[in-house]
T-cell receptor, first 115, second 117 residues
C-alpha cells in the first residue's frame, strides 16, 4: 500500500465548478509534487513544493492552483477547467527536494473527468 | 534535449515466461535511473533506483541492468505472473547544476506488458 494518500479517487466536475484534490503523506518528506497523466502517456510534472514553498511551476495554466498548508498536505485547487484537463492527477513525495537518489513515492492518483 | 526511449512499446507473453524491457537515454549529466511499475489507473510504484556505479540491481523477480557508457538499461522479469501485467516506466534523473543541484526527471513513455495464462 502506498504511503501517499490522495482523495478523492474519482472526481467528475463541470467547467464552471470549483473543486480540490488533496494529498497527504506522513513520511516526513520535505518535497511534494503534482503530476498530470493522460492515458498511455508518462506523467508530466506540474508543480514542486520544497519545504512547503512552491519551487517549480511547469507553466501550468492558472486554472490549476496548488497549495501546501503544511509539510504533510498538498492540495490542488481546480476552477474553470476544460474537458482536455481530464486526466489522472498524481501526487508524489520525496525525502529531500534536491540531490540524487531521491526516491519518489506516488499516490494512487485522482481520476478527474471534466464535462 | 534529454530523452528516454523505451522498447518495445507493448509486449504480450505467456505466464511463467521471462522477458526483458529496454530503455535508452540521452540524459545529461546523469544522476540515476529508475524503473517504475504502474498498474492501469493507479500510481507508479518504484522497482529499482540505480546510480552511475551500479551495473545490476534486483528486486525479487525483477532485475535491472545499467550500462552508463552506452546509456542503456534493461529490466528483466523472471517467471512472469499475471500480476506483472502493467506499464513499466523508465525514468532518468539529471542533476541541474544551474538549479542548485536539484534533480530533473525525464520519463519514458513506458512498455505495456500483458501476461496471458
Amino acid at each position: 500500500d502506498t504511503e501517499v494518500t490522495q482523495t478523492p479517487k474519482h472526481l467528475v466536475m463541470g467547467m464552471t465548478n470549483k473543486k480540490s484534490l488533496k494529498c497527504e503523506q506522513h513520511m516526513g518528506h520535505r518535497a511534494m509534487y503534482w503530476y498530470k497523466q493522460k492515458a498511455k502517456k508518462p506523467p508530466e510534472l506540474m508543480f514542486v513544493y520544497s519545504y512547503e514553498k512552491l519551487s517549480i511551476n511547469e507553466s501550468v495554466p492558472s486554472r490549476f492552483s496548488p497549495e501546501c498548508p503544511n509539510s504533510s498536505l498538498l492540495n490542488l485547487h481546480l476552477h474553470a477547467l476544460q474537458p482536455e484537463d481530464s486526466a489522472l492527477y498524481l501526487c508524489a513525495s520525496s525525502q529531500q527536494p534536491s540531490g540524487s537518489t531521491g526516491e519518489l513515492f506516488f499516490g494512487e492518483g485522482s481520476r478527474l473527468t471534466v464535462l | 534535449k534529454n530523452q528516454v526511449e523505451q522498447s518495445p512499446q507493448s509486449l504480450i507473453i505467456l505466464e511463467g515466461k521471462n522477458c526483458t524491457l529496454q530503455c535508452n537515454y540521452t540524459v545529461s549529466p546523469f544522476s540515476n535511473l529508475r524503473w517504475y511499475k504502474q498498474d492501469t489507473g493507479r500510481g507508479p510504484v518504484s522497482l529499482t533506483i540505480m546510480t552511475f556505479s551500479e551495473n545490476t540491481k534486483s528486486n525479487g523477480r525483477y532485475t535491472a541492468t545499467l550500462d552508463a557508457d552506452t546509456k542503456q538499461s534493461s529490466l528483466h522479469i523472471t517467471a512472469s505472473q499475471l500480476s506483472d501485467s502493467a506499464s513499466y516506466i523508465c525514468v532518468v534523473s539529471a542533476i541541474q547544476i544551474s538549479n542548485f543541484g536539484n534533480e530533473k526527471l525525464t520519463f519514458g513513455t513506458g512498455t505495456r506488458l500483458t501476461i496471458i495464462p
